[in-house]
């Protein structure tokens, strides 16, 4: 029955020596809306019967036909399922689960019922991440304000510093020229002799040359081009010299400004241990925290408006809460006369079944918790159907149930 209906085919079911197996099952319709939507959807002839065939080829392939019209599986599944309900040993434990049993109660119900239930959980799933958000902001509230005096002072500390992006590379070039003042000023008043000393001066010999070569430049290109070259040396050179002069001149060590760069120097470093590597590793630090400060301290969301907020949520979710239930009481009115019917059909006419409620916590599907309760003699009160019931009882009451369902959902064929 499954592998008609579209359930997935294993080779094992094709007899041995024969090239393919084949099912054919013939099903009498009753009016069926969904179902006639499918047929035609699918250009399906439509009539008061349907004939199902599939083959199973040896290749791993299926052909499956709907009244001679070749189909996929998708629709003979979609199909299937307003034409057969098949019962297994999972709906019979699911039976026996009380948990299951607002669920089974549940799918008894029209699509009146489903927009209720619907509207419903919209408001609880609304309630419930409201509630989550108020528990987390209140829980959170001291680690919150912990959070932002920390901040506060973070970025106190580093205004307070007042860093400049690149100043502390800066600083240290200083200090170093500073520290080695006396080295750097040997240096340079040494290149400055050799280039403009009064008794050796390479400027000198360089002007000379380029005046000799200047003389022979009517003789030879080549004299011509060499004589350009040593000029150009000779020009640089001597603004070199001059440059050299300048900073010469205006070398002096300041003690007082070493002490200035050290101290400075000192309260980056300080500041550059706690928030980052570098002056600028430190400020790109206190754009972010400056970002979740505002963030923070700038939300206009407060506690009390999410409470409101709330509370206006749970007034909403008790008046949803009630109109589910009240529908669910009708739907288990209904249930209770169906499944009776169908019990005094299986030979327990004496058997009565009743659908009980609890009320409890609010979740996805009420504030009522639901059991199915049995009596199944007269003069006996109702009892939990998952502690009084035989295996045989259990049977035939699912039986009953899967009956009503099938009833109200329009299926033909109920196979356990």
């Known amino acids: ?75 003979l599944r979609a199909v299937g399922q307003y034409l057969v309900d098949i ?77 400049k992006s690149g100043e502390d590379q800066a600083l240290n070039q200083k200090r170093d020229k500073l520290l080695n003042h006396k080295h750097i000023a040997d240096t340079l008043t040494n290149a400055y002799v050799m280039l403009d000393d009064e008794d050796f001066s390479s400027l000198s010999n360089i002007r000379s040359a380029m005046n000799d070569l200047m003389s022979l430049e009517e003789f030879d290109q080549d004299y011509k081009e060499m004589s350009a070259n ?51 590793d430190v400020l790109d630090y206190y754009e972010n925290i400056t970002k979740e400060y505002n963030l923070l301290t700038g939300s206009d969301e407060s506690s009390d408006d999410m409470e409101k907020e709330l509370k206006h949520l749970e007034k909403e979710l008790i008046l949803a809460a009630d109109e589910l239930a009240q529908e669910r009481h009708k739907l288990a009115k209904d249930l209770e006369a169906e499944i009776k019917q169908e019990l005094a059909d299986l030979y327990m006419e004496k058997a009565d079944f009743q659908v009980q409620f609890t009320k409890g916590k609010f979740n996805r599907d009420g504030n009522e918790a639901v059991e199915f309760y049995i ?42």
């Open 1 to 75: 029955m499954n592998l008609m209906l579209g359930a997935r085919a294993s080779l094992d079911v094709i007899r041995h020596g024969a090239k393919k197996a084949e099912i054919e099952g013939l099903f009498s319709v009753g009016e069926n809306a969904a179902l006639t939507h499918i047929l035609e959807e699918n250009g399906i002839d439509i009539s008061d019967e349907l004939i199902i065939r599939r083959e199973i080829l040896q290749n791993g392939r299926s052909i499956s036909r709907i009244n001679g019209q070749m189909v996929n599986l998708t629709t």
């Open 87 to 163: 019962h297994g040993q999972h709906d019979q434990e699911e039976l026996m689960k009380p948990n299951m049993h607002i669920r089974m109660l549940d799918e008894f119900g029209d699509e009146h019922f489903s927009a209720v239930k619907k509207h419903y959980r919209e408001i609880f799933e609304s309630y419930r991440t409201l509630r989550k958000r108020v528990l987390t902001k209140q829980k959170n509230e001291q680690e919150h304000k912990a959070r932002i005096e920390m901040l506060e002072f973070q970025i106190a500390e580093i205004e307070a510093a007042a860093l």
């Open 230 to 280: 040593v000029s150009e040396a000779y020009y640089i050179l001597e603004e070199v010299t001059k440059h050299l002069g300048d900073v010469i001149d205006d070398l002096d060590f300041d003690a007082a400004s070493l002490q200035q760069i050290e101290a400075r120097l000192e309260v980056i470093y300080s500041i550059t241990r706690k928030y980052g590597g570098s002056v600028n």
């Open 375 to 416: 009596s199944t003699n007269p003069g006996e009160g109702f009892k939990p159907l998952v502690k009084v019931a035989s295996g045989g009882e259990i049977s035939r009451l699912m039986l009953a149930i899967k009956s009503a369902f099938s009833r109200k959902e329009d299926k033909t064929s109920i196979v356990f």
